[in-house]
């Protein structure tokens, strides 16, 4: 043992000493080192244990102490992990960083010296790691000089280890540190200061391997990592000198930049790295504190965990890029648990976890990030301070980095990449100081690319994102909960439920390749919400100007890029669910855009857009903080709704094609239009505001460029700028409709079906089949076919500008619109005018309120208008009836039809009854026949319910009121240079209306334009409700002029202001509206074929209610004067002229109160009319027929032809001022309206109104022409008759329609045209004319005038008279003609007579009689108006008398024979009869007839009842208190006797003529006269007088004639006022003529006539040639020369001689006659008579005076002269023309004889007049049936007219004809013995009234009529047959013969002869003188013969006479022979 121990101990020291010599050597080895190599110093303080070591270099001042080192095992230490451990004290390092620059230059150099002697060996190197390792129990490092000579950086470390570790392969080296704690200082003059500190505990492990020498792992773990970073570290130069440092030894850009291709930026780098790293980094907190502020930012982080593997020996990935392969590796990033917090404990980063990873194979590259829950807070008041303390350092580093960086180019990677990430739960919100917080977060967000490359460059990737949510707001930065599903939170600017973006990429490879790059995306979007607001703007601006404006340049430099990139085909796919898109303002609320589905497919070709619910919608007021999202269908009250919308863009032919689905809708109103440009204007400041931020500078480069290009094409040729392509566009739409509210209650809508429209270079064209304009629900405008075209140009335009040389454009821009049918409805009663005025309005507003401030150009500089080409095939124009007329009318109808089958029906049972009660007789019972016929009345009452409930299921119910429809219309516009512009306008206007005065300042025109027109129309058509006949027909119409449309512009007074309701916030606003009308200027001329116009008075109630529907077209005139009448309103509208030219033109007058009769009117035919319409005057040139139609044979009776007729209307409008100053009317506003007298309404027309209108008419058909017809008129009987229907139907008074207060109608009812006619004048000229009167259609009997030459004037004035009353009704017109002048020459008057029976042709017959009645040489008639009582004394003093009516006729020549005697009482008998059928068949026949029955058996009273027709009038004046004839028996006697003795009285006056005795001559003397009414000359007239028994003919001549009417005051005559007439006749000159024997001229029928030479007065004669010799002057008896011709001179002719038989004389003739009838006016100024006190006392001769009918002849000289043959003649003229009877009479009066013998018989008044009403109802169906065969017979001969052989028609007419013929004959007997009835029965109540009177007291007689003769001298010559030797002559003087009939129907007759005497003047005659009185006559008042006879009433039909003969002298007279015995007297 001890040997042991000594060995030991041996051992022991030996190794002791060879230890200390091992450490002398190895310190004295290592200081020798350190000053060789490191050139420092080294010490050791002790020699046993190694302590105080210290380093020292020298140069660089640093020292490295070492307070302990000693070496330990873990056998000593069981902390130590080897057996061999180095450990160390105190570690204390100081250095200085300016001076540590050339530190490691020795290293950099001795490395690759030494680097092939560093060689272990693997065992030994792993024995040793097994083995050794180091430990430092703390190391303290102090860097001086940091940043600045006063920084002091000091590192503390707490218990280090070192471990190494080595299998062989690799070395691992373990440094662990179990705490460093650093500080950066910074010393100062106050105190100290920390810049940063940072704690830490850290382990990291090295692996490097053994051969190659290179690091191969990494790893570091950190805990507890605590860091502080002060604010000085961010002011002082450490962190400036860092970047600078730390660029210097990296040269890898050096050698980057000089290799030939380019490569990938730190991909060197990446390759120097080790194969693995991992760091782990655990409970990291960082704080940034400012000191200065008290404010500090905390980060901290739970986990941080970075792994790196590189496997080397694996296959790498080839051809990364083009020149490098890559390794495989793989690299993860993991975070977790992050959070920056403030100072004030405030989040403002937190992070869940965010794990990163990149993996690289030998396929492919595959990176991946995932985040979940980021949540930032940014609040710039925090954060400014801290970006302000790091801007120097930024801004320092980023220029250095500027300066250091150059232009590097990537290589292309080649490598398939693959690349996801997923992020979730992240929420940004940002509060920036100067604009509203907002914050982004998403719930996740997902992304997949890959990149790959197998034959071609192919890159895919998938972005996913979910509930992506942008809020902008004040508190948009407080972290809410996931909004609601489908509502929308304000202020959430963007909104994402879920994005989804797929996308490939496809790049062939190969310079080669002709194919292009290929690129898809497909993305669909969900729950997409954008809103736009102020705030949103705002941000967007703030965060786009902090990224700077760098992007604006780099997206220009983008689209330049991409431009000039080679050709991409590419391919998007967009589908976008439930978006909604609101803009946002304080103002004004939100507004809503909702897609349900939008999808977006593109292409390079074409891309298509697809819109599927889309909306637009209003919240007017946000007041809730959520809105929902709603479905599109489901949103109420959209604004705009549309349910597909797609969009397709073809880039390679540049077009654009859209297409709208069903469904859209449009609803607008003002406040929503103000809502929405509220809304735009926003969203447009938000779009300048972001512009502006992106591109600040975008203006001024513009504006530098723009020379720049302008410069750039001079040096080029032109056409190396190809022009743009201009983009074609298509539109289609299915259904649309489009709402318009221009009022809270109006609106207008427009409905539209597969709508089209496309453009195609300058083409524009569009389509639509069905387009629909309504206004307040009511569909109005309807288009059908619709087409529009805008055309650069059309060749057809080009042809329609060849008819105008007057234009000066050859070629303009046109547009075409096409119609294939336009229908036009307005409602009944709806007032269109309202809403068209609003919309109007509306118009006004929205062109104020957009185009208020765009520049208007000027006129000359504005582009010419394009032309206008309308084709419209079908147009109808329809105002719509009255629901319940049209249903009344229909129930009529149905009623009237109802009533014809239930009488069907009832007949059908009477046939069934009947044939019952023959098959049952009596057995039938009563019952059961009334069972049956109620039971047919109640199945009549069910079938008539049912067919009203059935009236409108088969045919339609008429709407209709009027309808105007027009077809193939073609209208054409022209514009033009020569009338564009205002000066070219005012210059037309000036040219087409020259007569209106035009302003000398001119006018300010508003509205000009000006067209040249051509338009042609095919049928022009206006039907009222469903009248037969057209109100127009107008056939081929062409029009070609001028138009010019004009609208001045109204003063300020003429500027009306209609308010808008816009509501809050914009309250009312006044929109202007121009007053003044829109005027039009016309020059048209038009071509017409057909033009056709029906109108009657039945239709004036439907043209009421059509006024009223046009009323309520056009919104009355807001000036509130009276409105003007239509002719006012249309002088005031229209101006210019008008021509027409109508091949046939029509006017048809109904004559029926039945709207739907088609057969009775009177038709105007004009034939080649010629139409010219001028201001005032209108024009008609053409041949003119008036047809009557009727619906009987009389149709189509031309009763009136006017060939060459020029018909002109002048018109003269009588105003206050010129009536064609319409520029002078200034309509005034309501509040503009000036002051006018107190009781005078304001009148803005007042000037222009006309008061009155003179017309003027004249018709002249003088033209000389061509055609060989003349003027014509044809009459029937039946035709005059007509007219006067027609007439009454014209004139009748039409009754007020639908006005009053139930119709609400109040208005004053419109002034009708013919009550505005002040004076209307008439002119006639035609050369020639001819007039045929028939009495019948069978031409029998008529008359037949014809004319020369004629003159008619005529002027008619018109008075209004008011009707009294309080009741407003109608002004009465009075018409009073003013004056008339008529000329007419050569006038003949036939009478005719056929001998045919009836026919169905009325032309003239050949076998037509035709009789000479009259003829005239020339007829002139003058009337004027009464004269004034001033005019009247005038005319009294010096003027001749002064006629109203005159008639001057010459050379009348008349002949009366018997067949004009028969013809003209034909024509009076029909006419008699037709007369006396009308007036039995009147209900007036029997009115007032009926008598008691009772009557006569009560006491008769002394007044006659008021049933009993009143006593014929007493005449003669009854006065009061006359004497009874019982009673005062004397005063009766001397009455009567001196009423014998009445003419006997005259004796006892002295002598003097006895004619002006006559009462004749005494009434018509009289100076009472207030109108002389009528005069009537006839100068050398003559008259034929031809007998029926005897040949030859008497002729009567006068030389002057006149005929005289006056008119008397009223005067009381007793008690009655009556009205006296006188007429007188003065002729003059007066002959007759006889033949003397039978002529060849007579028996050829031809007329013979006196020469004017002896019918004119009595002239001294030269006997100078042999005819008037043989004449024998003017004596009677003598010859006279007749002519046949009156026309040739009778030399010319066979003459033939007549005998004067009464020579010259004068006749005067005198009638008075008094009536009732009294002028009003007259009747007023009559005083009432006297009434005298003692009325007995009057002289009884007073009552024989007064109102007495007297007619008075007076025939002074006389010489008779007539041969026996022409006494014969003259007694058949007076017997057979003057006296005749007609045959019949007899036969009539047998007939009336014998009904009032029936009459008598039956004595009962009611028996009597059943039978007269039976026969008036029989003769009724007579009537009625001749008319219903006239119209079977009229319908026939219509049918005959197309079909002329059809014999079943020509049957059916003949039998009508017969039936016809014998309904005639019933009619006319029946209608006979009617009248005869009538008459009898009143005769038989007459008689019984009379009886009634006779038991009266009896009342004075007076004289009723007086009819006198008186001859002063006659000489009567009887002659021989040769008319010259006489046989007797007889002589009478003063001839008087009197009749008077009285009241009591007695007469006297009164004969009075003063001389006579009979003298034979045979030659052998004993005695002359025949018979003579006895004694001498010497006094003219002594009579030679008196004869008195008094007539009595009939006594049973037979009459008494009495005779007073008192005194007589033809008993003295001597005698030769007995007059008898020679033919003197027949």
Same mark, same amino acid.
């Given at each position: 043992?001890?040997?042991f ?21 190895v310190?004295?080895l290592a200081?020798?080192?350190c000053?060789?190599?490191?050139q420092?110093?080294?010490k050791?303080?002790?020699?046993f ?10 140069q660089h001042?640093?020292t490295v102490e ?6 330990s095992?873990?056998?000593?230490s ?13 570690v204390r %390092?100081?250095?200085d960083l300016?001076?540590?620059s050339?530190?490691?230059a020795?290293?950099?150099q001795s490395?690759?010296?030494h ?11 792993k024995?040793?790691c097994q ?6 129990d703390s190391?303290n490092?102090?860097?001086?000089k ?5 920084s002091?950086?000091?590192?503390q ?6 471990l ?11 440094v662990?540190?179990?705490q460093i704690?650093?500080?950066v200082l910074?010393?100062g003059?106050?105190?100290?200061t ?6 830490l505990?850290?382990k990291l492990c090295l692996?490097v391997?053994?051969r ?6 990494i790893t ?11 604010e ?9 000198q860092?970047?600078?440092?730390a660029?210097?030894p ?10 030939a291709?380019?490569?990938l930026?730190g ?5 120097q790295?080790?194969d693995q790293?991992k ?6 907190s960082v ?7 008290k ?5 901290t982080?739970?986990?941080?965990? !970075?792994l ?5 020996d694996?296959?790498?990935l ?6 490098s ?8 990033l993991l975070?977790?648990d ?9 989040r403002i ?6 794990k990163a990873?990149?993996q690289?194979t030998?396929i492919?590259?595959a990176a991946?990030?995932v985040?979940?829950?980021?949540i930032?807070h940014y609040r710039h008041?925090e954060?400014?301070?801290w970006l ?7 801004? @320092?580093?980023?220029s250095?980095?500027l300066?250091?960086?150059k ?6 990677i080649?490598a398939?990449i693959?690349f ?9 919100s940002?509060?920036?100081g100067d ?6 977060g998403?719930?996740?967000?997902s992304l997949d ?8 460059i192919h890159?895919?990737g998938v972005?996913t994102? /979910?509930h992506l949510?942008w809020?902008v ?7 809410r909960?996931?909004h609601p599903?489908?509502m929308h939170?304000?202020g959430?600017?963007?909104?994402l439920?879920?994005?989804? =973006?797929q996308g490939?990429y496809?790049?062939?490879l190969?310079l080669s390749s002709t194919?292009?790059d290929?690129?898809f995306l497909?993305?669909t979007i ?5 809103e736009?607001s ?9 965060i786009l100007?902090?990224?700077?404006p760098q992007?604006g340049?780099s ?6 890029s991409f431009g ?6 590419w391919k998007v /796919?967009?589908k976008?669910?439930?978006m909604?898109?609101?803009?946002l ?5 939100a507004s809503?855009?909702r ?8 292409? +390079?070709e074409t891309?298509?857009?697809g819109v599927q619910g889309?909306v637009?919608?209003l919240?007017k007021?946000?007041?809730e903080k959520m809105q ?10 959209p604004v ?6 797609s969009i397709?863009y073809?880039?390679s032919?540049?077009?654009l094609?859209?297409q709208?689905g069903?469904?859209l809708t449009?609803?607008w ?10 809304h735009?204007?926003?969203?447009l400041q938000?779009?300048d ?5 992106l591109?600040p500078e975008?203006v001024?480069?513009? $504006? ?9 094409p001079e040096?080029?040729?032109?056409e190396?700028?190809p022009p743009?392509?201009?983009l074609?566009?298509?539109?289609e739409v ?7 509210f221009?009022?809270e209650?109006r609106f ?13 270079g300058g083409s ?5 089949p069905?387009?629909?304009?309504g206004?307040?629900?009511n ?9 529009v075209?805008?055309l650069?140009e059309l060749?057809?335009?080009i ?7 007057v234009l000066?454009?050859l070629r303009?821009r046109?547009w075409?619109l096409s119609l294939?049918s ?6 009944y ?7 068209l005025?609003e919309?109007?309005?509306?118009q006004?507003?929205l062109?104020g ?6 520049p208007?150009a ?7 208008p394009?032309d206008l080409?309308?084709?419209v095939q079908?147009?109808?124009?329809v !105002?719509?009836d ?5 249903k ?9 039809d109802?009533s014809?089958?239930?009488?069907k029906?009832?007949?059908?049972l &009477?046939?069934?009854?009947?044939a019952?009660r023959?098959?049952?007789?009596e057995?039938?019972p009563a019952?059961k026949i009334e069972?049956?016929y ?6 009549n ?11 409108y ?8 009121l009027?309808?105007?429809?027009l077809?193939?219309l073609e209208?054409v516009?022209?514009?033009d240079?020569?009338f564009h ?5 005012? @210059?037309q206007?000036? #040219? =087409?209306?020259?007569g ?7 006018? &300010?025109?508003?509205i000009?334009?000006?067209?040249m027109l051509k ?11 469903d009248y ?5 027909e ?7 002029g001028r138009?010019?449309?004009t609208e001045?512009?109204?003063?300020p007074?003429?500027r ?5 309701h816009l509501?809050?916030?914009w309250g009312?606003?006044?929109v ?7 005027k039009?200027?016309h020059?048209?001329h038009s071509?017409?074929f ?6 009657g008075?039945c239709?004036?109630p439907a043209w ?8 309520l077209l056009t919104?009355?005139?807001?000036d ?8 006012d309103?249309?002088?005031l509208?229209f101006h210019g /002229?008008?021509?027409?030219?109508i091949?046939?033109?029509?006017l048809h007058q109904?004559a ?7 057969t ?15 201001p005032?005057?209108?024009v008609f ?11 009987s044979?009389?149709?189509?009776c031309c009763?009136l032809h006017?060939p060459d007729?020029?018909m002109?209307l002048?018109l003269q ?7 064609h ?8 506003a309501p509040?503009f309206?000036p ?7 304001h009148?803005?027309?007042r000037?222009?109104?006309?008061e ?9 058909l003088?033209?000389h022409?061509?055609? %060989?017809?003349?003027?014509?008129i044809?009459?029937?009987s039946s035709?005059l008759?007509?007219m006067q229907?027609f007439?009454?139907t014209?004139?009748s008074?039409?009754?007020?329609i639908c006005r009053?207060k139930l119709?609400n ?8 045209l013919?009550?505005h006619?002040k ?8 050369p020639q ?10 031409q029998q009997r008529?008359i ?5 030459q004629?003159h008619?004037?005529t002027?008619?004035?018109q ?6 009353g309080?009741v407003m009704r109608r002004?009465i ?5 003013t004056?008339m002048?008529?000329d007419l020459?050569q006038?003949?008057v036939?009478?005719m007579?056929?001998?045919t ?5 009325h032309c003239?017959d050949?076998l037509v009689?035709k009789t000479?009645?009259?003829?005239l040489s020339s007829?002139t008639?003058?009337?004027h108006?009464?004269?004034?009582a001033?005019e009247?004394?005038s005319?009294?003093v010096?003027d001749p008398a002064f006629y109203?009516?005159q ?5 009348l020549?008349a002949s ?8 003209a009482?034909?024509l009076?008998d029909?006419?008699?009869?037709? $007369?006396v059928?009308?007036?039995n068949l009147s209900?007036e026949?029997l ?8 009557m ?5 009273k002394?007044s006659?009842p008021t ?8 005449n003669?004046p009854s006065?009061s208190?006359?004497?009874?004839k019982?009673?005062s028996g004397?005063a009766?006697?001397?009455?009567k006797?001196i009423?014998?003795?009445?003419r006997?009285?005259v ?5 003097s003529?006895v004619?002006?005795q006559?009462c ?7 100076d009472?006269?207030y ?12 008259m034929v007088?031809?007998?029926?028994e005897t040949?030859?003919?008497?002729i009567?001549?006068?030389?002057k004639a006149?005929?005289?009417q006056?008119q008397?005051?009223?005067a009381?005559?007793?008690d009655?006022?009556?009205q006296k007439t006188?007429?007188?006749?003065l ?5 007759y ?6 002529s060849?001229?007579e ?9 004017v030479?002896?019918?004119e007065e009595?002239?001294?004669r030269s006997?100078d040639?042999?005819?008037e010799?043989?004449?024998?002057g003017q $004596?009677?008896g003598g010859m006279?020369t007749t002519?046949t011709?009156?026309n040739?001179?009778?030399?010319a ?5 007549v005998?004067?038989i009464i ?7 005198y009638?008075?006659s008094y009536s009732?009838?009294i002028d ?8 009432p008579?006297?009434?005298? #006190?003692?009325q007995e006392k ?7 005076e007064?109102?007495v009918d007297?007619f008075?002849l ?6 008779i ?6 006494y014969?003649?003259i007694?058949?003229i007076?017997?057979?023309l003057? =006296?005749?009877v ?5 036969e ?9 013998f029936?009459l008598e018989?039956?004595?009962?008044p #009611?028996?009597?007049?059943s039978s007269?009403?039976?026969l008036q109802?029989a003769?009724?169906?007579?009537? +009625?049936?001749i008319r219903q ?5 009229y319908?026939?001969m ?5 079909d002329s052989?059809n014999e079943n028609?020509l049957d059916l007419n003949?039998k009508?004809q017969l039936q016809l013929?014998?309904?005639?004959a019933?009619l006319?007997l029946?209608s006979?013995?009617?009248n %005869?009835? %009538?008459?009898?029965f009143?005769d ?5 009234a009379?009886k009634?009177e006779l038991r009266?007291?009896?009342e004075?007689v007076?004289?009723?009529?007086r009819?006198e003769?008186y001859?002063?001298?006659a000489?009567w010559?009887?002659t021989?047959e040769?008319g010259q ?5 007889? @002589?009478?003087q003063r001839f ?5 009939n009285?009241s /009591?129907?007695t007469?006297?007759h ?5 001389w006579f ?9 004993v005695?002359?003188?025949?018979l003579r009185p006895?004694s ?5 008042r002594?009579?030679?013969l008196?004869?008195?006879s008094?007539?009595?009433?009939p006594?049973g039909g037979?009459s008494?006479k009495e005779h007073f ?5 033809l008993?003295k007279?001597? $005698?030769?022979?007995h007059p008898?015995?020679t033919?003197?007297l027949p």
């Amino acid at each position: 043992m001890p040997l042991f121990f000594s060995a030991l101990l041996a051992l022991l020291l030996v190794a002791l000493s060879a230890l200390f010599l091992g450490r002398w050597l190895v310190v004295r080895l290592a200081t020798k080192w350190c000053q060789r190599k490191l050139q420092a110093e080294l010490k050791i303080g002790s020699f046993f244990w190694i302590q105080n070591v210290s380093l020292k270099f020298q140069q660089h001042q640093q020292t490295v102490e070492i307070d302990s080192l000693w070496i330990s095992s873990k056998l000593f230490s069981h902390d130590l992990p080897h057996y061999v451990a180095l450990c160390f004290g105190e570690v204390r %390092i100081r250095t200085d960083l300016q001076k540590v620059s050339g530190l490691f230059a020795p290293f950099s150099q001795s490395t690759g010296v030494h680097q092939k002697e560093l060689s272990f060996s693997p065992s030994l190197l792993k024995i040793f790691c097994q083995l050794f390792s180091i430990h430092v129990d703390s190391i303290n490092i102090m860097v001086l000089k940091v940043a600045t000579s006063e920084s002091l950086w000091h590192i503390q470390i707490r218990y280090s280890s070192f471990l190494l570790d080595s299998d062989g392969k690799r070395l691992k080296c373990e440094v662990s540190l179990s705490q460093i704690n650093s500080k950066v200082l910074k010393s100062g003059q106050l105190e100290d200061t920390c810049l940063a500190e940072l704690s830490l505990a850290l382990k990291l492990c090295l692996e490097v391997g053994i051969r190659s020498r290179q690091l191969k792992a990494i790893t570091v773990d950190v805990w507890t990592l605590h860091a502080e970073l002060h604010e000085g570290l961010f002011h002082s130069q450490l962190l400036r000198q860092g970047p600078g440092l730390a660029s210097k030894p990296v040269p890898c850009s050096e050698v980057i930049e000089n290799l030939a291709e380019p490569t990938l930026p730190g991909l060197y780098l990446l390759q120097q790295l080790p194969d693995q790293i991992k760091v782990k980094m655990e409970i990291t907190s960082v704080v940034l504190s400012m000191n200065s502020q008290k404010r500090h930012l905390n980060w901290t982080l739970k986990l941080l965990h !970075f792994l790196y593997h590189r496997d080397e020996d694996q296959l790498p990935l080839r051809s990364f890029t083009a020149n490098s392969d890559m390794a495989q590796m793989s690299t993860e990033l993991l975070l977790k648990d992050g959070l920056l917090l403030s100072q004030s404990r405030q989040r403002i980063v937190c992070l869940n976890s965010l794990k990163a990873s990149v993996q690289v194979t030998t396929i492919d590259l595959a990176a991946s990030l995932v985040l979940n829950t980021c949540i930032i807070h940014y609040r710039h008041l925090e954060f400014s301070h801290w970006l302000h303390m790091l801007a120097l350092e930024t801004q @320092e580093s980023s220029s250095s980095v500027l300066k250091q960086t150059k232009k590097r180019t990537f290589p292309q990677i080649l490598a398939p990449i693959i690349f996801s990430t997923s992020i979730s739960n992240v929420n940004v919100s940002i509060q920036l100081g100067d604009t509203p917080p907002f914050a982004l977060g998403f719930n996740s967000i997902s992304l997949d690319y890959q990149h790959l490359r197998p034959q071609s460059i192919h890159q895919r990737g998938v972005l996913t994102v /979910d509930h992506l949510c942008w809020r902008v707001g004040s508190d948009s930065h407080i972290q809410r909960a996931p909004h609601p599903p489908n509502m929308h939170v304000w202020g959430e600017a963007l909104v994402l439920d879920s994005f989804t =973006l797929q996308g490939s990429y496809n790049q062939p490879l190969g310079l080669s390749s002709t194919q292009s790059d290929t690129l898809f995306l497909d993305c669909t979007i969900r729950g997409l919400q954008v809103e736009v607001s102020d705030t949103c703007a705002q941000c967007l601006s703030r965060i786009l100007s902090l990224m700077g404006p760098q992007s604006g340049k780099s997206a220009v430099s983008r689209e330049s890029s991409f431009g000039e990139s080679v050709s991409l085909l590419w391919k998007v /796919d967009l589908k976008v669910e439930d978006m909604n898109l609101f803009t946002l303002s304080a103002l004004v609320g939100a507004s809503e855009i909702r897609l349900d589905t939008l999808t977006v497919l593109g292409s +390079a070709e074409t891309s298509t857009v697809g819109v599927q619910g889309l909306v637009l919608a209003l919240v007017k007021s946000v007041t809730e903080k959520m809105q929902p999202c709603c479905k599109a269908p489901d949103i109420p009250t959209p604004v705009l709704s549309l349910s597909m919308l797609s969009i397709t863009y073809h880039s390679s032919i540049r077009s654009l094609e859209v297409q709208c689905g069903a469904g859209l809708t449009l609803l607008w109103s003002p406040p929503d239009h103000m809502y929405l440009y509220q809304h735009i204007l926003a969203t447009l400041q938000c779009r300048d505001l972001l512009r502006a931020t992106l591109f600040p500078e975008t203006v001024p480069l513009v $504006a530098l460029e723009t020379p720049e290009t302008a410069c750039e094409p001079e040096g080029c040729p032109p056409e190396s700028s190809p022009p743009k392509r201009l983009l074609s566009l298509t539109l289609e739409v299915s259904t649309a409709k489009l709402t318009a509210f221009v009022a809270e209650d109006r609106f207008i809508t427009l409905a539209a079906e597969s709508v089209s429209l496309s453009r195609h270079g300058g083409s524009l064209q569009a389509y639509c089949p069905e387009l629909a304009a309504g206004f307040d629900g009511n569909s109005i405008f309807n288009f059908k076919e619709v087409e529009v075209q805008l055309l650069p140009e059309l060749e057809e335009m080009i042809l329609h500008r060849n008819p105008f040389p007057v234009l000066q454009t050859l070629r303009n821009r046109v547009w075409l619109l096409s119609l294939g049918s336009v229908s036009v409805e307005f409602p009944y009663q709806y007032d269109f005018s309202r809403t068209l005025d609003e919309a109007v309005g509306v118009q006004k507003w929205l062109k104020g309120l957009h185009g208020g401030t765009r520049p208007q150009a000027s006129p000359s500089s504005a582009h010419l208008p394009p032309d206008l080409l309308l084709k419209v095939q079908h147009f109808s124009w329809v !105002f719509l009836d009255d629901i319940f007329e049209v249903k009344l009318r229909d129930n009529y109808e149905l009623m009237k039809d109802e009533s014809k089958e239930s009488a069907k029906r009832l007949q059908l049972l &009477d046939a069934k009854v009947a044939a019952l009660r023959k098959q049952h007789g009596e057995l039938l019972p009563a019952r059961k026949i009334e069972e049956l016929y109620a039971s047919l009345e109640h199945k009549n009452i069910e079938i008539y319910i049912q067919r009203s409930h059935r009236l409108y299921g088969n045919t339609p119910m008429r709407r209709a009121l009027l309808t105007w429809s027009l077809a193939g219309l073609e209208l054409v516009a022209l514009a033009d240079a020569s009338f564009h512009g205002p000066e070219r306008v005012v @210059e037309q206007v000036r #040219e =087409l209306d020259p007569g209106s005065p035009f302003p000398v300042e001119g006018v &300010d025109l508003v509205i000009q334009w000006c067209r040249m027109l051509k338009c042609s129309v095919k049928t022009f058509l206006v039907r009222i409700r469903d009248y037969p006949r057209y109100l127009f027909e107008i056939r081929d119409w062409r029009l070609m002029g001028r138009l010019v449309g004009t609208e001045q512009s109204g003063q300020p007074c003429s500027r009306r202001r209609q308010i808008l309701h816009l509501g809050l916030p914009w309250g009312n606003v006044a929109v202007e509206r121009n007053m003044p009308p829109l005027k039009f200027y016309h020059d048209f001329h038009s071509e017409i074929f057909q033009y056709t116009v029906v109108w009657g008075p039945c239709w004036d109630p439907a043209w009421t209610l059509i006024g009223q529907s046009v009323d309520l077209l056009t919104k009355p005139s807001a000036d509130p004067s009276p409105p003007l009448p239509w002719w006012d309103k249309s002088r005031l509208l229209f101006h210019g /002229d008008w021509h027409m030219d109508i091949e046939q033109a029509n006017l048809h007058q109904l004559a029926t109160e039945d709207p739907y009769n088609t057969t009775e009117n009177m038709h105007w035919e004009w034939n080649h009319l010629s139409f010219h319409w001028k201001p005032g005057q209108f024009v008609f040139k053409g041949d003119l027929d008036v047809n009557v139609r009727t619906a009987s044979k009389y149709d189509d009776c031309c009763f009136l032809h006017l060939p060459d007729l020029c018909m002109t209307l002048d018109l003269q409008w009588l105003c206050h001022g010129n009536p064609h100053d319409h520029h002078g009317v200034t309509l005034r506003a309501p509040e503009f309206l000036p002051e006018v007298p107190l009781g005078q309404l304001h009148d803005s027309y007042r000037a222009f109104r006309s008061e009155n209108l003179n017309l003027s008419i004249k018709m002249d058909l003088t033209r000389h022409s061509g055609t %060989i017809s003349q003027p014509r008129i044809l009459l029937y009987s039946s035709t005059l008759r007509w007219m006067q229907n027609f007439w009454a139907t014209w004139t009748s008074v039409t009754r007020p329609i639908c006005r009053g207060k139930l119709f609400n109608n109040l208005k004053p009812s419109k002034k009708k045209l013919g009550q505005h006619y002040k004076q209307l004048s008439y002119t006639a000229l035609f050369p020639q004319l001819q007039v045929h009167y028939w009495a019948s259609f069978a031409q029998q009997r008529g008359i037949q005038i014809e004319c020369s030459q004629g003159h008619v004037f005529t002027r008619g004035t018109q008075r209004l008279i008011p009707q009294a009353g309080t009741v407003m009704r109608r002004l009465i017109s009075d018409w009073s003609v003013t004056q008339m002048v008529s000329d007419l020459s050569q006038v003949t008057v036939y009478l005719m007579a056929s001998p045919t029976e009836e026919n169905a042709d009325h032309c003239l017959d050949p076998l037509v009689t035709k009789t000479h009645l009259l003829s005239l040489s020339s007829l002139t008639y003058q009337r004027h108006s009464n004269r004034t009582a001033e005019e009247e004394l005038s005319t009294r003093v010096g003027d001749p008398a002064f006629y109203t009516h005159q008639l001057h006729l010459v050379d009348l020549r008349a002949s009366w024979t018997t067949t004009n005697r028969d013809i003209a009482f034909g024509l009076y008998d029909g006419y008699k009869k037709a $007369a006396v059928l009308k007036r039995n068949l009147s209900t007036e026949a029997l009115k007032g007839l009926k008598i008691d029955p009772q009557m006569p058996a009560k006491k008769p009273k002394q007044s006659v009842p008021t049933s009993a027709p009143a006593p014929p009038p007493v005449n003669t004046p009854s006065f009061s208190g006359q004497p009874d004839k019982a009673s005062s028996g004397g005063a009766y006697m001397l009455q009567k006797l001196i009423e014998e003795t009445d003419r006997f009285v005259v004796f006892t006056e002295e002598e003097s003529g006895v004619s002006d005795q006559l009462c004749g001559i005494a009434a018509c003397q009289t100076d009472d006269i207030y109108n002389r009414n009528c005069l009537i000359e006839l100068v050398n007239c003559q008259m034929v007088l031809r007998g029926a028994e005897t040949e030859g003919c008497v002729i009567v001549s006068a030389a002057k004639a006149q005929l005289l009417q006056c008119q008397h005051h009223p005067a009381w005559y007793g008690d009655t006022l009556k009205q006296k007439t006188s007429w007188t006749c003065l002729l003059d000159g007066m002959q007759y003529f006889a033949t003397t024997e039978s002529s060849p001229t007579e028996q050829d029928g031809r007329q013979l006539w006196l020469e004017v030479k002896n019918i004119e007065e009595h002239r001294q004669r030269s006997l100078d040639s042999v005819q008037e010799l043989m004449e024998s002057g003017q $004596a009677v008896g003598g010859m006279v020369t007749t002519t046949t011709d009156w026309n040739q001179p009778a030399e010319a002719q066979q003459a033939q001689q007549v005998q004067r038989i009464i020579s010259r004389c004068s006749c005067r003739m005198y009638y008075i006659s008094y009536s009732h009838d009294i002028d009003p006016e007259l009747a007023t100024q009559i005083k009432p008579p006297e009434v005298h #006190e003692n009325q007995e006392k009057e002289d009884l001769l007073k009552k024989q005076e007064g109102a007495v009918d007297t007619f008075t002849l007076i025939h002074h000289e006389l010489e008779i002269s007539t041969n026996p043959a022409q006494y014969a003649m003259i007694l058949d003229i007076v017997n057979n023309l003057l =006296l005749h009877v007609e045959p019949k009479r007899k036969e009539h009066s047998e007939k009336k004889q014998r009904v009032r013998f029936q009459l008598e018989i039956s004595s009962n008044p #009611e028996e009597q007049r059943s039978s007269i009403l039976h026969l008036q109802e029989a003769v009724r169906q007579h009537v +009625a049936q001749i008319r219903q065969l006239e119209k079977q017979m009229y319908s026939i001969m219509k049918s005959l007219q197309d079909d002329s052989k059809n014999e079943n028609l020509l049957d059916l007419n003949q039998k009508l004809q017969l039936q016809l013929n014998q309904e005639k004959a019933n009619l006319q007997l029946e209608s006979e013995e009617l009248n %005869i009835l %009538i008459r009898c029965f009143k005769d038989f109540q007459l008689q019984q009234a009379n009886k009634m009177e006779l038991r009266k007291q009896q009342e004075d007689v007076s004289v009723v009529r007086r009819t006198e003769f008186y001859f002063a001298q006659a000489r009567w010559r009887l002659t021989e047959e040769d008319g010259q030797l006489g046989i007797a002559e007889l @002589e009478l003087q003063r001839f008087l013969y009197s009749k008077v009939n009285k009241s /009591d129907d007695t007469a006297e007759h009164l004969l009075e002869l003063g001389w006579f005497t009979m003298n034979n003047l045979l030659p052998n005659a004993v005695y002359k003188v025949v018979l003579r009185p006895q004694s001498s006559c010497q006094s003219g008042r002594q009579l030679a013969l008196r004869l008195f006879s008094k007539v009595r009433p009939p006594v049973g039909g037979i009459s008494v006479k009495e005779h007073f003969e008192p005194f007589s002298s033809l008993g003295k007279c001597g $005698a030769s022979h007995h007059p008898a015995d020679t033919p003197v007297l027949p």
